[in-house]
């Protein structure tokens, strides 16, 4: 069931996704050479304890993954883009490093994702995440009042056709609110004019993902990690959004 929220409840989200964004822009300038992921791990752990607010991935078990998830944060490196394990690894210099972050405050969700290249970056990694945030902002533009959830995927869908990239549809955005997951599922790509039609009210986790030359997906052993199935590199872009009469509200940035 698609659930409408009131500008009230919006407001709300608007705090959770400030905080989100403000760690997630820690994350981005800690990670660096030499830095390990269970050091990121903890740094979330403790912006979320001192702030009151209560991690989403903490205990989740749903059916794709081999629950319970027992971090608040999900990093992601090189070939892997969702769902990343924290784990004992240095990152090194080239690394692709997404990291993934939705948390709650007094009851309301946000959920965003950025992608870094740690130390120097390869150029054609780099086109990879320009491609991804350029989706992103497709997306964005497209989440306008009247539209379709298809409008959304088919605008995600453009940008990679554009880069050269394909496209998977197993795992893709959503609608969030109360909890991380809610209808209406956001494919990455899709047939504009189709789909849920769009109104003010409606909150989304947008995120387009992109592997650099595959649409398949692989698990890894640990029942969470999801990396692309020739091991080609990835990245991943994330913004919630609220649907407002005067077009799209981006709710995970800065206060």
């Not at 390990?36 to 979330?44: F, R, S």
């Not at 991804?132 to 605008?155: C, H, K, V, Y």
């Not at 387009?208 to 997906?217: C, E, G, S, V």
């Amino acid at each position: 069931m698609v659930e409408l929220k009131s500008a009230d409840e919006i407001e709300r989200m608007r705090v959770a996704g400030a905080f989100v964004a403000e760690i997630l822009a820690e994350l981005r300038a800690a990670a660096a050479v030499g830095v390990n992921l269970l050091d990121l791990e903890l740094i979330v752990r403790e912006r979320i304890r001192r702030r009151g607010a209560v991690s989403c991935y903490w205990d989740y078990a749903p059916s794709f993954g081999r629950g319970p998830f027992r971090n608040t944060v999900c990093l992601s490196v090189n070939d892997a883009v969702l769902h990343g394990l924290p784990f004992d690894y240095t990152l090194n210099d080239g690394d692709v490093l997404t990291m993934d972050l939705a948390l709650s405050i007094d009851g309301w969700v946000a959920d965003a994702a950025t992608t870094v290249i740690v130390g120097t970056a390869d150029a054609e990694d780099s086109r990879l995440v320009r491609a991804t945030e350029e989706a992103l902002a497709a997306a964005i533009e497209a989440a306008q009042p009247g539209n379709r959830i298809g409008d959304i995927s088919a605008a995600i869908s453009a940008v990679a056709a554009a880069h050269g990239y394909p496209v998977n549809t197993e795992f893709g955005g959503h609608g969030l609110g109360r909890t991380m997951h809610e209808d209406p599922h956001v494919s990455n790509a899709g047939r504009a004019g189709r789909g849920f039609r769009l109104r003010p009210g409606l909150t989304l986790a947008l995120e387009p993902w992109f592997a650099a030359t595959t649409d398949r997906i692989v698990t890894d052993a640990d029942g969470w990690t999801i990396r692309s199935a020739d091991g080609s590199r990835t990245a991943h872009s994330e913004h919630t959004v609220a649907i407002t009469a005067d077009g799209p509200r981006v709710l995970t940035v800065a206060a």
